[in-house]
């Protein structure tokens, strides 16, 4: 489902934390991948929180609708809360009640129903979404923040080694030493500009 010519970030390694990067910093600037309904819709494809033919009713139904639009504040508002909890658990401090009832606004949203079927002898459980409200759309993503806040290691939860990037991923290497959104983004140029710092302060000697 994601393709590289996708226009969104999937590099955090935990569907919550590709959440809060759908507002990176590009060329100084925050932007917000998900300015409206059908950037949401797509995004959550991609997720693989929706699936196409859902995806065709949503935007049916509420592309160009006030309805569309206010979910973009949900969006907004979700966004916030997830941001201001993970930089709590980063702290090892506990997240605000504020944040907690955010995610549980949207949890408390009937999203649908799951099933288990039977596929070529394998059960498979089955997920139907049941929309009929935009503000479901999130109901996956507060899923993604709970399980993050209930199941998560805080300690691997980290922001990219880059002070200009504010992307965030969950560290499931196998030493826990990644320090990078990634190698293209960050990681070759935060190498560069240090390999560049070290010839202009000391002529190429290390010092440590
Ligand atoms: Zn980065």
Redesign the pocket.
């Known amino acids: 489902m994601v393709s590289d010519a996708s226009r969104f970030l999937w590099l955090g390694n935990h569907r919550a934390l590709d959440f809060l990067n759908t507002e990176p910093v590009v060329r100084g600037r925050r932007v917000d991948l998900l300015p409206d309904l059908r950037g949401l819709v797509d995004w959550s494809q991609e997720a693989g929180f929706l699936d196409g033919e859902a995806a065709g009713v949503v935007l049916d139904r509420w592309e160009g609708s006030s309805e569309g639009a206010s979910v973009l504040e949900q969006v907004q508002q979700l966004r916030r809360a997830l941001h201001a909890l993970v930089e709590r658990l980063r702290e090892r401090k506990s997240p605000s009640q504020k944040a907690i009832d955010a995610i549980n606004a949207i949890l408390r949203l009937d999203a649908g129903y799951a099933e288990v079927v039977r596929v070529r002898g394998e059960f498979r459980r089955r997920f139907h979404a049941h929309i009929h409200e935009p503000a479901q759309l999130l109901r996956p993503v507060a899923e993604a923040a709970s399980s993050l806040l209930c199941g998560a290691d805080p300690e691997l939860i980290k922001r990219?080694?880059?002070p200009?990037?504010?992307?965030y991923f969950y560290d499931a290497s196998r030493n826990h030493a990644r320090r990078?959104?990634?190698m293209d983004?960050?990681?070759n140029r935060m190498k560069v500009a240090a390999h560049y710092l070290r010839q202009r302060n000391g002529g190429g000697a290390s010092q440590g």
């Open positions: 990219c080694g880059n200009d990037c504010v992307l990078w959104c990634s983004l960050c990681g």
